[in-house]
């Protein structure tokens, strides 16, 4: 696609933008300010959206991201050689404000708590553009955004969310406005989301094919859909909308003095008393009501802070009263659920092939849960993990004599082998005595598992 680019992508109009992606640095942008006019009412923004570098940038993007074909059945590499000879006509109906995007295709996915979050998959061509818009307006609009915002930011993750929200219980804080609104991305109002976006955004091309892409149609089960509110999960686009049209409700409580965390649409108020956590939930309905968003009053409480959970993290009080960081109850249900799918003793693979498998998910769940503090429930589960592999490789071995053969090749003394031989159908139990001086913690190491201490 990059030599599709090169050879197809006319050369635009060169502007000063940063054309770096969308979570690049945003300190030179600030410190600068805008390195194009937004107020006006030409199309600086569009024709810094279609030069080439941003456009060969957000390529790259969407080709590290993958993702699915959309409607068109087009999958990355088949756009490339799409684009080829279509982005001329592309481009000039961006420029003339005709483009029309392809309807989204929706697709279901299950909630570990039971039902369905439902996900938009526009058409990979959608998804360059929107990634290509993105990447001029993120730079204008982010600095513009709440302190107290963390979701889809540049340099700002879900961690930094939480350990904002630990040192506002430290200091005292311990009930939490904890409000969760309903379905918010299927009904977001489109005529008040433009509103907002174009208050920061003053170029009515831009704001023309952000509406577009807005009432974009959604195809479900090979039926096309009208829409008329919501901003779908799944383009490059909807969390940014997102944030545009919730700063508002963080402004107000900025405005108030309040501490609180936002991620997306999960907010997060700390004060001091049940009482004053009233107050700021009757504050946050109207402002919520004033966009047409509704809270999801069975989810939404005011309640001392610990046992409630807040991106997959709970507080717990440690010694000296010093609040840490534990994984929430839920988080930890879905977690070991996952370890069991993954070491059932009925597969049929190999010891090394089920390894392989848990390291990918044990990596990508460490790193995000890693700022929990309790090294104890670590050790427990790195002990219980060891524990299902080591019973699966007992499986494995099936009979007595091989068990006694392979335990014998490992290392184990002849003593040692003839016991564990001696029970081989007791997987579950053999794999939690003798066995541990012989399938140690460090073959485990060389097989590659990853350690959760």
């Known amino acids: 696609m990059s030599k599709a680019m090169r050879q197809k992508f006319a050369k635009a109009k060169r502007t000063s933008v940063a054309t770096g992606e969308a979570g690049g640095d945003l300190a030179r942008d600030e410190a600068c300010g805008p390195q194009w006019e937004i107020d006006g009412t030409g199309s600086a923004l569009l024709e810094a959206m279609l030069a080439r570098a941003n456009l060969q940038q957000a390529w790259k993007r969407v080709k590290a991201n993958k993702g699915s074909a959309g409607v068109d059945g087009l999958d990355i590499r088949q756009t490339a050689e799409y684009l080829k000879t279509a982005w001329p006509s592309i481009r000039d109906q961006l420029r003339q404000g005709n483009y029309r995007p392809s309807p989204v295709r929706r697709v ?3 909630k570990p708590e039971g039902g369905q979050r439902e996900l938009g998959i526009p058409t990979v061509l959608d998804r360059l553009i929107q990634q290509a818009l993105l990447q001029v307006l993120q730079p204008v609009i982010d600095p513009t955004f709440s302190e107290h915002s963390y979701g889809f930011r540049p340099r700002r993750r879900a961690q930094d969310a939480v350990l904002k929200a630990q040192t506002y219980v430290q200091s005292g804080k311990r009930i939490v406005v904890d409000v969760d609104l309903e379905k918010f991305f299927d009904r977001v109002n489109h005529d008040i989301l433009i509103d907002r976006f174009s208050k920061r955004v003053k170029d009515q091309s831009i704001i023309r094919l952000v509406r577009a892409y807005l009432n974009a149609d959604i195809m479900s089960h090979g039926v096309v859909q009208a829409r008329y509110q919501g901003t779908p999960q ?3 686009l909807s969390p940014l909308l997102a944030n545009i049209l919730l700063d508002e409700v963080d402004k107000e409580l900025q405005k108030r003095g309040h501490c609180f965390v936002r991620y997306a649409d999960d907010c997060n108020v700390y004060v001091g008393s049940i009482s004053a956590g009233q107050r700021v ?11 047409k968003l509704k809270v999801n009053e069975t989810k939404s ?3 001392n802070v610990i046992g409630r959970k807040f991106l997959g993290y709970s507080f717990w009080v440690g010694p000296k009263a010093r609040i840490k960081r534990r994984v929430a109850d839920k988080a930890m249900t879905t977690f070991k659920h996952r370890i069991r799918q993954l070491t059932r003793r009925s597969h049929s693979q190999s010891l090394s092939e089920i390894i392989a498998r848990l390291r990918r998910y044990l990596l990508g769940w460490k790193g995000y849960f890693g700022l ?3 090294p104890g429930i670590w050790r ?3 002990k ?3 524990h299902r ?6 499986k494995q071995w099936k009979r007595g004599t091989t068990q006694y053969r392979e335990l014998l090749a490992l290392g184990a003394s002849a003593h040692v082998a003839r016991q564990i031989a001696a029970n081989s159908r007791c997987w579950w139990r053999n794999s939690a005595k003798l066995l541990n001086s012989v399938l140690t913690i460090s073959y485990f190491d060389r097989l590659g598992l990853p350690r959760l201490l």
């Open 108 to 110: 279901a996915i299950p």
């Open 234 to 236: 799944g383009g490059p």
């Open 281 to 291: 939930m009757r504050l946050l309905r109207r402002c919520y009501n004033r966009l």
């Open 301 to 303: 409480a005011v309640a």
């Open 372 to 374: 929990a503090q309790t």
């Open 380 to 382: 427990r589960l790195d």
């Open 384 to 386: 219980w993990l060891r």
């Open 389 to 394: 592999l080591r019973a699966i490789q007992l």
